[in-house]
C-alpha cells in the first residue's frame, strides 16, 4: 500500500507499470485491477479555466490517504493498493490524482476504488484554487459526491 | 503551554497568515484556541480542524505542544 | 468507442497510453478515467490452474461488445470507451479484458466502467477452459457477478 | 432454404462437431432447427441461441441462409 503527494507531474500509466514491476504484485493472486484517474478539464461550473494550484497540508494529507487506504482493505480483501496526488500547479489534461486497486475479485476492486475515490474527496486535506481565462482566481467551493441524484 | 495554531487555502488567505504560535495558561479546547488567536473574527461555518494531524472536533483538548490546524472543507481529487 | 478482440498478449498500460495519444482523448473535457483489468489467476474454485483457452465466436463477440458499449454511452455520457478482450491460450497473470472509460465526472466512469464490465461478462460470447495444473482441463461453468450478496 | 447451425465451447466437444449445413423445406423455428439437427439430443439447458450473431429466442423464425448458434452461458472477461 503506497501514497505519495508530488509536486511533479506524472504519466498514470507509466506509474502504475513501474509500480507493478517494482512490487512484484502479480503472483498469480490478482484476478482484478480498478484504476481511477482525475484530470483537469478546462472547464468548470461554465468558467473556462487555465489552469489549478493545489495546495496541501504535508504530513497530515499523507496520513490522512494512508488511513483511508487501511479503512478500504478492512472493508474489502485488498492484494495492494496505489495512491499518487499531485500539489502545486497544474495544467488541463494533466493527472490530478491516481487510485489503483488489485484484488482477485472484480467486485471488490471496483468498489474499494470507488471508496477510497470518495474518502479521499471528502477527508484528504487538499484545497483547489482554480486559476481562469479572465485572469480571476477563485477557491473551488465544495466537492461534489459526483453522481447523478436517484431518478 | 504552547500551541501551534495553521490555517490553509482560502482560510489562512482570508485571515492573511498561515500560523501563530499561542502561549496559553491553561487547558484549552479546539474552539477556545481560534477565539484566543483571533478574538475579532467569529469561527467560520463550515470548518474543518485537525490536531496533530488527526481530525478532531471543535471541543477537543488542546495539549502543550499539539499543532492545531483549521482549514475549509477540502476539494482534492 | 473502440473494441479490440485479440489473440495476442498487450500490456494494458500500454495500449490505454498509446489509445489515448492516438485518439487524442484528452482535449480538456476529460476529468475522470475508470479503467477495469481482469487478469488470469493461478488458483479458481480451490484448484491450481496452469493456464486458460479462451473460445469466442468471431464476429458476434466484437458486435456484442460494440452494442454494450453504446448502451453503456447512452445511459452515461462517456467521451470514449475502448474494451480490449484476448482470446486464445492464456498464462497466469495475464491480462483477459481491459475496460477503459473517460467522460467528464467521476461518477459516470465508474458507473459506466462496471456496467460495460458486467455485461461483458453476462453477454459477450467468449467460453474459458482452464488448464489444471492435475493436467486435466474444464470449462468454466458459470461467471459469477462478482459482488458480495448484501449482508 | 440453407441454414448454417454453429456449436460452440463444451457444447461443440459434446456434439463432437462444430457445424451443421441444414437444408429444410420449410420455415422453422430456432428450437425446430436443433431438432432437425440433433435428432437423438435434447435441447440442453440452460442454452444461448442466435441468429446471425444476434441474440435470439428458441421461438425465433429462421430465415433461408441464416446462421443459426447455440452455446453455453458465456463466460469472458
Keep these: 500500500m503506497t501514497v505519495i503527494v508530488t509536486g511533479c507531474g506524472f504519466d498514470p500509466w507509466q506509474e502504475i507499470q513501474n509500480y507493478q514491476q517494482t512490487t512484484g504484485i502479480l503472483d498469480g493472486q490478482v484476478g482484478a485491477t480498478n484504476v481511477f484517474i482525475g484530470t483537469l478539464r478546462d472547464f468548470n461550473d461554465g468558467t473556462a479555466v487555465k489552469g489549478m494550484t493545489l495546495e496541501h497540508y504535508p504530513g497530515m494529507t499523507e496520513r490522512q490517504l494512508e488511513i483511508i487506504i487501511s479503512e478500504a482493505a478492512r472493508q474489502w480483501p485488498v492484494i495492494d493498493a496505489l495512491v499518487i496526488h499531485r500539489v502545486g500547479d497544474i495544467l488541463p489534461n494533466e493527472p490530478i490524482v491516481l487510485v489503483a486497486v488489485w484484488t482477485s475479485h472484480r467486485g471488490d476492486a471496483f468498489d474499494a476504488s470507488r471508496h477510497i475515490m470518495e474518502a479521499l474527496k471528502s477527508k484528504a486535506p487538499f484545497w483547489k484554487k482554480e486559476r481562469l481565462v479572465s485572469a480571476d482566481s477563485r477557491w473551488v467551493k465544495e466537492n461534489t459526491n459526483g453522481y447523478k441524484p436517484a431518478q | ?77
Tied chains: 1, 3.
Design chain 2, 1 to 77: 503551554m504552547s500551541i501551534k495554531v495553521r490555517y490553509f487555502a482560502s482560510l489562512k488567505e482570508d485571515l492573511g497568515r498561515s500560523e501563530d504560535i499561542l502561549e496559553t495558561a491553561s487547558l484549552l479546547t479546539v474552539r477556545q484556541i481560534w477565539q484566543c488567536a483571533n478574538p475579532q473574527q467569529t469561527l467560520p461555518n463550515p470548518i474543518l480542524v485537525a490536531v496533530n494531524k488527526d481530525y478532531a472536533d471543535l471541543e477537543s483538548l488542546v495539549n502543550d505542544g499539539d499543532e492545531v490546524a483549521f482549514f475549509p472543507p477540502v476539494t482534492g481529487g
